[in-house]
Nanobody, 116 residues
Framework: QVQLVESGGGLVQPGGSLRLSCAAS????????MNWYRQAPGKERELVAF????????TYASSVKGRFTIARDNVKNTLYLQMNSLKPEDTAVYYC?????????WGQGTRVTVSS
């Protein structure tokens, strides 16, 4: 059974940094591309970053490019999102995600609040 457990969120001041983690189990982690999504209050869930199974290729939303870095450890079965230069508009619940045969699996999310 697929399980995704996010952690690392919290309250941070503008300009600060956080590193999110997503512990994965129940599937062969290295075979799947992984995504980070976020959902801000009153807004739709949006794709933030993508990484291939081997970690050799990544893509980012334009709003986070140059500030966020997605990475994975295929030994620890863990996905990461390093977030630097955080802005108030980065405030959201962040989710890790995999898609298998057209079905989306989600974690419970971790809340990030950027505020002074």
């Amino acid at each position: 059974q697929v399980q995704l457990v996010e952690s690392g969120g919290g309250l941070v001041q503008p300009g600060g940094s956080l590193r999110l983690s997503c512990a994965a189990s129940g599937f062969t982690f290295s075979r799947y591309a992984m995504n980070w999504y976020r959902q801000a209050p009153g807004k739709e869930r949006e794709l933030v970053a993508f990484i291939t199974g081997a970690g050799s290729s990544t893509t980012y939303a334009s709003s986070v490019k140059g500030r966020f870095t997605i990475a994975r450890d295929n030994v620890k079965n863990t996905l990461y999102l390093q977030m630097n230069s955080l802005k108030p508009e980065d405030t959201a619940v962040y989710y890790c995600n995999i898609r298998d045969l057209g079905y989306d699996y989600w974690g419970q999310g971790t809340r990030v609040t950027v505020s002074s």
